[in-house]
């Protein structure tokens, strides 16, 4: 069962240390986990004050431990507190952009593509609405595409072209490229498997196996007017490619490898994401932004050179 862990950014390290502190709030995150309770249960099952409760859910709340959200109540609305996550990562070593003369990374956004074919339902958001109507070829047209940072579909393909930048005279060691995804379902099923596959300069790279289209709790990232009823998060996932194979996360997946992938032969280097038509399972995908999910990033692709 994958395991739901809330990674901190390195800047908040302090601050989610501090909420975890305290024996009480821990006792509140083991009594929300996957349950919803409102101030009041909470502060009744914990024998506490409810002005007490309130300081210390909030804490919770700064520090991205607990969500909560709004819902109708017998007069006006009542705040209902969650949390789902079953891990804490507190990095201690702060994150830098890789500046390393071997190793050349290019960050894309979703919205960015430049050749698709999609079919219904589908579907793109940005951080703050729907772009477009839903369920519409027509949206993946729109100008407002370069600001999404979720895009679903239930067949067909995204394709990003990266731009060609290795230095003449250098060598190609490994190419890498990673993002969040997940299967697609109408709303959310946890249990959807969908084999979504990656191809480079049109060479299929590799398959893999999602177990589902990911929701029912809050992703990470994922805005609060973006409903649980929805697609929430999705699964970090790396394909790579060397002068021998290529892999899926570290497994040997095809006999793909540098050489078929012709990427000095262009300017460009063609990602593309998509369900075959062929493919087992026909489950869609989801593609997340970084600022959707559980990971801060969209596309990214990352060259290894061998040393000079």
């Not at 490619?241 to 990427?263: E, K, P, Q, W, Y």
């Amino acid at each position: 069962m994958e395991v739901r862990a809330f990674i901190a950014n390195h800047d908040k390290v302090l601050t989610v240390a501090k909420a975890l502190s305290s024996p009480l709030r821990l006792r509140m995150i083991q009594l929300l986990f996957n349950n919803k309770m409102n101030i009041q249960e909470i502060a009744k099952e914990l024998d506490i004050l409810k002005s007490t409760c309130t300081i210390n859910i909030q804490a919770l709340e700064q520090a991205g431990l607990v969500r909560s959200e709004l819902i109708p109540a017998v007069r006006g609305s009542q705040k209902v507190c969650y949390t789902s996550y079953e891990e804490v990562i507190l990095p201690l070593r702060e994150e830098k952009t890789v500046e390393d003369e071997h190793v050349m990374v290019i960050d894309m956004p979703i919205g960015l593509y430049t050749d698709f074919s999609i079919h219904p339902p589908c579907g793109m958001v940005n951080k703050n609405n729907i772009i477009d109507y839903l369920d519409s070829e027509r949206a993946f047209l729109s100008p407002q595409r370069s600001s999404a940072e979720l895009l679903w579909f239930t067949h067909g393909y995204v394709e990003y072209n990266f731009p060609m930048t290795i230095p003449n005279g250098r060598t190609v060691k490994s190419l890498q490229v990673s993002a969040e995804l997940c299967s697609e379902f109408p709303g959310f099923n946890n249990d959807y498997p969908s084999d979504i596959t990656l191809w480079v300069n049109g060479c299929e790279v590799g398959t893999w196996n999602c177990p589902g289209d990911m929701g029912g709790s809050k992703g990470r990232l994922t805005p609060e007017w973006w409903g649980v009823e929805n697609t929430q998060y999705g699964f970090l996932k790396t394909w790579r490619v060397t002068a021998d194979h290529s892999f899926v996360d570290g497994t040997t997946g095809r006999n793909t490898n540098l050489n078929d992938l012709h990427i000095e032969s262009d300017y460009r280097i063609k990602v593309r994401f998509g369900i075959k038509e062929d493919a087992v399972c026909q489950g869609g995908m989801n593609l997340f932004g970084e600022s959707f999910g559980n990971y801060s990033t969209g596309i990214r692709l990352q060259i290894e050179l061998e040393p000079r």
